[in-house]
């Protein structure tokens, strides 16, 4: 395999912690793996603030843009709470998305089978639960003008955010929807609110039309996004797929993640569209979790979310996909071993820090 | 009592079944409870749009601004799934909330004793849960301007909705939030999304000048409401009152509801600002579920959201504790029998018609 150039932003909170155990594995992987992955690091969100004032700098940017793929850790605390807005952490996050126009977030929410008494629900409402919400990232109301706060006068300021699609921003994220479904259970779940929102109208023309040309073999379904909330609580397992827009894909993968009771299990990709001459396409990896400032720097944190992260840089950015299972299978033995951060022990389990639970996953390769 | 005046809006799908048991709730109380109440009858949602090409009438919207109280069923149906966007039934509903300022929709979500093993959640998680949510319900993104449907040419088309919030409408809902939090656990958790939204960071600024503006003996806490979503799933119960946007209100409304496994069971309050002169609000009760039109007319419906949502009319536009506490207990008796409509039922336990649990209702009276 010809070298790959990964571009590693650990972030801040427990974002280093958990890229330490990454860069293990790659480690493995370039020296018994057969591959050839070439690293380098940036800052971004806050330490990138502290650093130089910006959320991620210019020069971390171009690396970005470079790279054959961004391995992201987290970012934000309340450190940096008073920040200005253009620079808070999340910035770095957003213009990263943006400007790599990493449009189609993949983020799968599956319960691992030894972790289904961890979560909050009854085991026979997650356990075997797989499903995979495809969000819009690079629209709606996170990138929509005008997005500002505007004096009155007399006391009174006004917020204003947008919330804007066209046509062809839902064509290619339900696209990406339908070609998954088909490598999976086949089914599709539109989530819009189109008794409210003339985004939500559109959105479900164009789903519905793109369904037509060309995807009527799988299965879809559209569904409000407030009943869809209610639907993933009550009976998550009658979804596969799941395609929605920004806001409605964050919060509805939250919850989503929340009910594995692997929250810091979940990984999640987030792709461009394929280069016109060389196909491949731009992509940046990151865990579903935050960056848990509270126990940042107590070898608490669970860096499986970030290892399974790369995994799926493995899978989707490189083909690797006979490293990926293997990955995805070494954590899942280290599991079945019992090994468990504190996040996800059962009340009494002993517990392993952030580095032995790396160790236990490269044990595993 | 003087005469209270009720126009009740039963609406499409099950809507007019389970008003049908309110009607009885009402003459009970005009019989037997000293009570007075006329009532007066029109059409909202899809039965409107049938009579007459309008999802309200004009005639019942002037009933309904004159009304002591407004009791609503439900709207929609895919029979209607195709009607020009502005006489779609939910268009009825929100000119309602609209004309009539109702600007505080209070959402309560509450675990019934008898209910706890209906939810997907383990027992512990949800046992005695009482969460209020306080949710805006005339700004944001359901009514902001420009909210439309431009054709860009070459086939694209462009959807846009605004999210506008102004300092006086986040200072009112959440005093609301505050004054309530006083009767119940004292706690108050502000939901956006400060981290993308420019809404969000001054809806966050207000609710804290709200705050130190004469609540300060109310604990107040901020959350992301993603993160709200998920920590809805973890571990409902570290909430007292949730106050929250239209938007982000309706999806962590729902999913709050879906926890408590008492969907069928759960009232709502939508509230305008008290009258200068005479300090009555306006007022519209309605069910959180919808209209479910799999299932009308098959006496399978359960009345008990609708009929807890007098109940909070009587609590909130009338004074009358009493009586509202009488009627909540009838509903509790009748569960703690062991009568259960289809939705609430376990496996195998027998169920009742939705006229059956009515008159269950009426008995316990
Ligand atoms: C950090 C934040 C900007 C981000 C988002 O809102 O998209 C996060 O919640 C996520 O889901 O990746
Ligand atoms: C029917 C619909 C317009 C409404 C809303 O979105 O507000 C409903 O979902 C609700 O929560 O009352």
């Known amino acids: 395999m010809a070298s790959q150039n990964l571009l590693l932003l650990p972030g801040d909170g427990i974002g280093p912690e958990i890229m330490q155990e990454v860069k293990k594995v790659i480690a493995w992987f370039n020296e018994k793996g057969g591959m050839s992955f070439e690293t380098d690091e940036g800052l971004v969100g806050g330490s990138a603030y502290d650093a130089h004032g910006q959320s991620i700098s210019e020069e971390d940017m171009a690396k970005a843009m470079a790279a054959d793929a961004v391995i992201f850790g987290a970012v934000g605390g309340p450190k940096w709470d008073d920040v200005p807005y253009e620079v808070r952490p999340e910035a770095g996050l957003l213009r990263l998305r943006k400007d790599m126009q990493l449009f189609a977030n993949l983020r799968p929410a599956i319960c691992y089978p030894a972790l289904a008494d961890a979560s909050s629900l009854k085991k026979d409402v997650i ?85 037509k040309n060309g995807y009527e073999d799988v299965q879809l379904e559209h569904m409000l996004a407030d009943a869809g909330g209610m639907q993933l609580v009550r009976w998550p397992k009658q979804f596969d797929v799941i395609v929605t827009d920004n806001l409605f894909g964050d919060m509805l993968s939250d919850v989503a993640a929340m009910l594995t009771g692997s929250l810091g299990m979940l990984p999640s990709a987030s792709l461009g569209a394929p280069d016109g001459v060389t196909g491949k396409r731009k992509a940046l990896y990151e865990p579903v979790h935050g960056s848990a400032p509270d126990i940042a720097g107590t070898g608490a944190a669970n860096p499986i979310a970030m290892i399974a992260s790369f995994g799926m840089a493995l899978r989707y950015s490189f083909e690797e996909v006979a490293a990926a299972d293997k990955l995805d299978k070494a954590i899942a033995n280290a599991l079945d071993k019992g090994l468990r951060t504190k996040d996800i022990a059962s009340p009494g389990q002993t517990t392993v820090s952030t580095v032995e639970m790396g160790d236990a996953i490269i044990a595993e390769l």
């Open 127 to 211: 356990e075997g639960l797989d499903i995979l919400i495809v969000r819009e990232l690079t629209g709606g109301v996170y990138f929509g003008e005008p997005k500002e706060i505007i004096d009155l006068g007399n006391g009174q300021k006004r917020g204003i955010d947008t919330q804007v699609y066209d046509t062809y921003e839902i064509e290619r994220i339900s696209g990406v929807a339908f070609e998954l479904a088909r490598t999976r259970g086949n089914k599709v779940t539109s989530m819009e609110k189109r008794n409210v929102m003339k985004s939500g109208v559109l959105w479900n023309e164009v789903v519905t039309q793109t369904h």
